[in-house]
């Protein structure tokens, strides 16, 4: 029996919760609304008010302890130009060392990489100027930097699931952009499942794996193949900028865990 932490119980967070707590894992989870602590609560989550902005310590002191996991999946403030994320992590550092709490997995993004003409790796350390890319991969520094921990980065592709469809923005934004060039998404189904298999199998420190389907040929593949399952027209497309193209490859979690892709 393992306890697992999930600070941040927004959409994956809520839905690895409830994955981990069918799998008889015993899963504390936090939220910065009052209002949706008897939302965790009543799915079984053990619930805790946590902002690493302004939380008293006593309430994240009592998140963290006995925690033999804990799985971050709080977002940066996207196009903030200052440095309160990275400051969040670097708050929690030394509670996760006073705690004991060894094991840290991240959920961080694709879009740290900087555009490429070649395909992605993890090896990759070209990395994007955008505000909100630097501050994930300020805060993931802060992780890999801390002694005592061991951290797993996982750096997402656009999340996508039964109840997120990003196709669904597509047509009402009237335009299908790039339309040729590739598209780096992973489903809800996909994370969770290699997620598990890391907490279940152990990873080493300061590892990265990037998490994108390899199902999709491009942008137009993939909003078309959504589309057609929920009965949508896809809107006019438009121009190519290929010096935005970016192919991440994300084969290095399936040689790790022995585990495919369902993308289901």
Not at 12 to 18: N, R
Not at 139 to 156: D, F, K, P, Y
Not at 224 to 238: D, F, H, V
């Amino acid at each position: 029996m393992k306890n697992i932490g999930i600070l941040g119980c927004g959409w994956l967070g809520l839905h690895l919760s409830q994955h981990l707590i069918n799998k008889n894992y015993t899963v504390k989870g936090s939220t910065t609304s009052p209002a949706k602590l008897a939302e965790l609560k009543a799915i079984g989550i053990d619930s805790y008010l946590v902002n690493l902005q302004d939380t008293e310590e006593a309430q994240l002191h009592e998140f963290l302890e006995d925690l033999d996991t804990l799985i971050i999946t709080i977002p940066p403030i996207r196009g903030e130009e200052s440095t309160l994320y990275q400051a969040s992590f670097q708050r929690l550092i030394p509670y996760l060392q006073q705690h004991k709490v060894e094991k840290v997995i991240m959920m961080s993004s694709v879009s740290v990489y900087a555009p490429s003409e070649t395909p992605i790796a993890e090896s990759c350390t070209a990395y994007s100027n955008d505000p909100t890319s630097r501050q994930i991969l300020a805060a993931e520094e802060v992780l890999n930097r801390a002694t005592g921990l061991t951290s797993c980065i996982l750096r997402l592709g656009g999340l996508f699931g039964p109840d997120r469809k990003p196709v669904r923005y597509i047509v009402n934004r009237g335009m299908l952009d790039n339309p040729d060039l590739p598209i780096n998404m992973i489903h809800l189904n996909d994370i969770i499942q290699f997620t598990t298999a890391l907490i279940e199998q152990g990873f080493d420190s300061n590892v990265v794996y990037n998490l994108v389907s390899p199902q999709y040929k491009n942008r137009l593949d993939y909003y078309s193949k959504e589309a057609n399952e929920l009965g949508l027209t896809l809107p006019p497309l438009g121009d190519n900028d290929w010096k935005t193209h970016r192919e991440i490859k994300g084969d290095r979690i399936v040689q790790q865990t022995g585990i495919q892709y369902q993308t289901t």
